[in-house]
């Protein structure tokens, strides 16, 4: 039941166009090329243009992926683009060459299994798979590490894009772009994580360790502004986000806030150095450190919290429940003053009444069963 309600979850998440926007083609030299199908012309509107490299990529699923890399030769970072559920690379690519070029970044783009000229059919763990095989090709072909890549997740793309963000601990940063808490969140408006439920960012998004850039129009009809929300305020580290007042699902990019703000984020993850990085590290790993210490240390001492449990049952004095065999009322304590709480041959606690006894005199408090004392009560 479980696996037929994801399957149809996922016919509602994924609406590749069609026919597709594009094509690819092998030239005589080998390098392929990217073709509308409307105007069989190249989508780059030049025959030979050096800044797009088109790739072909196999994926551990057994799909070919289609990717486009546009290189930026004043770019320090690289940003690896995620789309929507209703668009391919045909579509993006003029949104591409803006965003390269007022981002100053390298960009990579692809097409899920199963959209545009990619083979398969499209899922949540194809899109997995996509965009590892994806991350693999920028870390192999162009040598760029996780230290200079931001992830950009758009809707559904929010999903692969948490998914390798929980992976690499160093990323530079992530921008989710009208991102979804979850699939069955955005279909049935539930506040709760279901077995079948995919791409449940609601969980990764605690995993992610770089700054998270969240951008959601305030009018999206389609992913509720909540789930942009929700998303920021479950980030480890979320950097100031841009809610579009009026935006929708599909045209956050018209507003001129859009650029703006990405243009801010962009710069400040250039300038965030490898100290101002490690400093942050530290940070975090002094706020674990003394987490665990806080733990630790109450775990061996008495927290001083009162609770219902008694140790005392002439008196009913509550106690504390990490040393509940200390007696706490003075009524009921040993008169001995040789008294101690435990046997120290056989460490065998009494019962309530009668877990303290003398060890070195002769009086009536000895309880334990053991060759030192009498038998227990």
Known sequence: MGCLIS??????????????????????????????????????????????????????????????????PYARLTVLYS???AADLGQLYDLFIQLKANLRVNLMGYDYSGYGASTGKPSEFDTYADIEAVYDCLETEYGVSQEDLILYGQ???????LHLAAKLPRLRGVVLHSAILSGLRVLCHVKFTLCFDIYRNVNKIRKVKCPVLVIHGTEDDV???????GLWKMARDPYEPLWIKGGGHCNL????????????????????????????????????????????????????????????????KPNCNSCCWWPKCSACQPKCPEWRPRCLECIKPGCMKCSFWCTKCSCSWPKCSCSCTSSCC
Request: charged share 25%.
């Open 155 to 161: 809707s559904v793309g929010s999903g692969p894009t």
């Open 253 to 316: 990019e018209l507003y001129p806030d859009y650029i703006r703000h990405l243009c801010k984020f962009v710069q400040e993850m250039e300038n965030m150095t490898t100290e101002i990085r490690l400093e942050k590290i530290r940070q975090t790993l002094r706020l674990n450190k003394r987490s665990n210490s806080a733990a630790r240390n109450s775990a061996t001492k008495c927290c001083k919290l009162k609770c219902k449990r008694s140790s005392c049952f002439s008196c009913s």
């Open 223 to 229: 992913v509720n502004w909540l789930h942009g929300s």
């Open 83 to 85: 789309h929507g559920n």
């Open 7 to 72: 399957q149809l979850a996922a016919k509602f998440a994924f609406f590749p166009p069609s026919p597709a926007t594009y094509q690819v083609k092998k030239r005589d030299d080998g390098k392929l090329v990217a073709v509308s199908t409307t105007s069989s012309m190249p989508i780059s509107g030049a025959p030979d243009d050096p800044s797009l490299d088109v790739l072909l990529l196999d994926t551990k699923r057994g799909n070919k992926i289609v990717a486009f890399y546009l290189k930026n």
